[in-house]
Each structure stands twice: as C-alpha cells, then as structure tokens.
C-alpha cells in the first residue's frame, strides 16, 4: 500500500469520529472525518443529515488534501431510492475527488462476490427494510429473505453482540435457500469479526456495510483492499 493516503469520511455520527473498523483495517491510512448527525433509524430521522452530506463533503475537500471521500451510513444513503442515490452520486463527484457511498459499496460488494440472489440481515425497522429491498432490487438483486432488528434509536445497533448478528444470519440464511450470498446492512453493527464466522458457518460469503466501506474505499484511491482473515470478500477480491 502506497503512503500518505488520506481519505474523507462523511460519517452519520454527529460527533467528527472515525468508526474502529477503518483503523482496525487499514491503520497506515489517514481518515478524517465530518459528521452530519442522523437522528434515528427512520426516514424522518435522516432527512436534515441527508441534506448535510453534500455540504460536509464539500468542506472536507476544501479543508484537507484528501484522495478520496466515502460516505458511510447505508440506510443514509438508500432510503430515498436508487434514483435518488444516483443523483447523490453525481453532485458528489463534482467535487473533482472519486467518491463512494456505504450503499454503493455493498452493491459493489455483492457483484464482486458474483451474489445476484442474496439473503440480507439489517439493523432496521419494517420501513426501512421496505426501502433496502426496494434500493437492493433496483440495483439488480433478487432479495431471497430479509429480518432485521427492528431498531430505531441511533446507536442501538452497536448495542448488539456478535452472538445476536450470528443468529440473525442464521434464520434468514435459512429462508434463503438459494441465495448466493448475504448482505448484513447497518453500518452501526459490529460486523468485522462475524463476517468468517457467517461464512464459514451457513456457507454463504458475506457482505457487510462498514468493512465493505473501508475496501471501497480503498479502490477509490486504486489499492485492492485486500486483507486476510476477514472473510471472502476482503480475502479474495482483487
């Protein structure tokens, strides 16, 4: 990996804080982070921190030398729709820096692991998962199961254990028996560590929203983001 990357984060937290996994991941890497505080897992929730991505990317850019911006939050950025992500994406790139979203990276993801019939675990609420499976299958997939927690509170997420996003998995994976692969959507969870486990356990390779941000994000700037012990997509995605 070359030196002296630098990488902006536009992060859901109100707080200007880079989430564990980035360091955990690539710890050579600078992340500098910008805030735009969702307020709870709801359309409602997101509406004034969906209004502020474009500004927080614009003011990241303007103050840092940066290679890159990713967007992190993956219900932040599908829960308008595909259309409206698309058009998130093309006033970010004017920007002039390659830039990603937490939503475009599991998309990216998933085809990359050849996933078209997916079965998906969330964080989230009924409406929201209404949304992702809108968002997922105009992308293209065809969503074999989805569950989710059911939360709302932001910060909730990472209240659950490893042990919780396990046994999620595990009965969505058993209402998709034909899947191809497996979505875990909430950048709040804790996902890094279970990833193998899922894999190795229900046999379907795993794509989860904050570790599949940080690869993307290393694409951005032309790195593989390749990493071992992490699971099929980081292990094996050139």
Not at 206 to 214: E, G, L, N
Request: aromatic share 6%; proline share 4%.
């Amino acid at each position: 990996m070359r030196d002296n990357i630098t990488i902006g984060l536009v992060t859901p937290q109100s707080t200007n804080k880079v989430p564990a996994e980035g360091g955990q991941m690539y710890p050579g890497v600078n992340f500098i982070p910008k805030g735009v505080g969702v307020k709870a897992l709801t359309p409602e929730g997101y509406d004034s921190a969906w209004d502020g991505i474009v500004p927080a990317a614009e003011e990241l850019a303007k103050q840092n030398r940066l290679d890159a911006i990713m967007v992190l939050g993956t219900s932040l950025t599908f829960y308008r729709g595909f259309e409206a992500h698309e058009k998130l994406l093309e006033r970010l790139r004017q920007i002039g820096l390659p830039v990603g979203t937490m939503s475009g990276a599991v998309v990216k993801g998933l085809r990359a692991l050849g996933a078209k019939k997916i079965a998906v675990s969330t964080a989230y609420a009924d409406e929201v998962n209404k949304r992702l499976r809108n968002f997922l299958t105009d992308s293209g997939f065809e969503v074999q199961a989805l569950e989710g927690f059911g939360l709302e509170r932001f910060g909730a997420a990472g209240e659950k254990s490893e042990d919780d996003i396990i046994a999620l998995a595990g009965r969505v994976s058993a209402n998709a028996r034909e899947a191809q692969g497996m979505l875990i959507s909430c950048g709040g969870l804790k996902t890094l560590q279970v990833g193998k486990t899922i894999e190795d356990k229900y046999g379907l390779p795993v794509v989860s929203s904050t570790p599949a941000a940080f690869w993307a994000a290393m694409r951005l700037v032309g790195e593989s983001g390749r990493l071992s012990g992490y699971g099929r997509l980081l292990e094996t995605v050139h």
